[in-house]
């Protein structure tokens, strides 16, 4: 049995895992007054919320083989040396962690946590050449050539939020201007779509969902169409750079599955001159581990 975890810009959870089922989990929500100080909130909710599972499940310490990290930024050597939506840099979670728990211990982006899980056990399992994008808070990804994922030296790379398609755009919180997921993230489409309606920044993705599907509120068809436009061509370049066989959309996007904007982007995506090899459009699918992907693979 595995501990993952799964770290994200507002919430962490964390699940008992056993290959690519979550036996349990508890989720830990920050409070804005929490935000202030996130190296503490981490590391507490961390703590407690493995006490309470392993209580809960009247398991010990012991009996865990592997404690997996799954985290939205960049890792180099055990150390998250950006994190914009955590706003955090330059944090070594895993030393005070080490102190704690003589357990095994990883920590890995959380696109790549997630799209580990997909080729392992969900939506790219038959495949060997994918593109992985995570589209959540902001957006990650991984890539797979060959059955391989592509891991650099350097830094974790594959950084697709970041890529600028639009320059001196809105302002990201990794300091560019422009990036992909200021326009492309679950996220941003909530600003935008909450902004309009005048409503509390804080409704759940369900509560999202259905305001789509409804969508003639004044102003959120144009939100929706602007959301889509930059999906779409932040997908349309990764697959001409990849010329992947399938690309999977997972974050709180993977819930979009069946929800007529997936329709809407694959056809945009078809749309004559929008992919170099305009016409062959690889496989778009949604991820089918959902949310539960980067808690599954942070154990990978
Ligand atoms: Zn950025």
Request: proline share 3%; with cysteine; hydrophobic share 40%.
């Amino acid at each position: 049995m595995k501990i993952g975890i799964d770290l994200g810009g507002s919430h962490v959870g964390i699940g008992l895992i056993e290959k690519e089922k979550i036996l349990d989990s508890q989720e830990k929500i920050f409070a804005r007054e929490e935000r202030k100080d996130m190296k503490t909130t981490i590391l507490q909710s961390i703590q407690s919320g493995i006490e309470e599972l392993l209580k809960r499940n009247r398991i010990t310490i012991e009996a865990i083989e592997l404690i997996g990290l799954a985290v939205p930024g960049t890792i180099s050597q055990g150390v998250i040396v950006k994190a914009g939506n955590l706003n955090l840099s330059h944090f070594d979670l895993l030393s005070p962690l080490k102190q704690i728990y003589q357990n095994p211990l990883q920590i890995r982006n959380d696109g790549k946590c997630a799209a580990l899980a997909e080729k392992e056990y969900g939506s790219l399992k038959q495949y060997d050449d994918c593109v992985f994008i995570n589209i959540g808070t902001g957006i990650g990804g991984a890539v797979f050539m060959g059955g391989k994922l592509l891991e650099p030296k350097r830094y974790s790379g594959f950084e697709f939020g970041h890529m600028v398609l639009n320059k001196g755009g809105r302002h990201c919180t990794c300091g560019k201007q422009g990036c992909f997921e200021t326009y492309a993230s679950i996220k941003a489409l909530k600003m935008k779509v909450t902004e309009t309606l005048d409503v509390d920044s804080d409704i759940s993705g369900q509560f999202l969902r259905e305001e789509l599907l409804i969508k003639d509120e004044p102003g959120v068809k144009e939100e929706i169409e602007v959301f889509l436009e930059y999906l779409k061509t932040g997908i349309a370049n990764l697959i001409d750079i990849f010329e992947p066989e399938i690309v999977s959309l997972g974050g709180s996007f993977a819930y979009y599955e069946g929800n007529p904007i997936l329709e809407q982007l694959i056809q945009k995506l078809q749309e004559p001159n929008t992919t170099f090899n305009s016409g062959d459009l690889p496989k778009i699918v949604t991820a089918s581990l959902k949310n539960d992907a980067g808690m599954i693979g942070a154990v990978i």
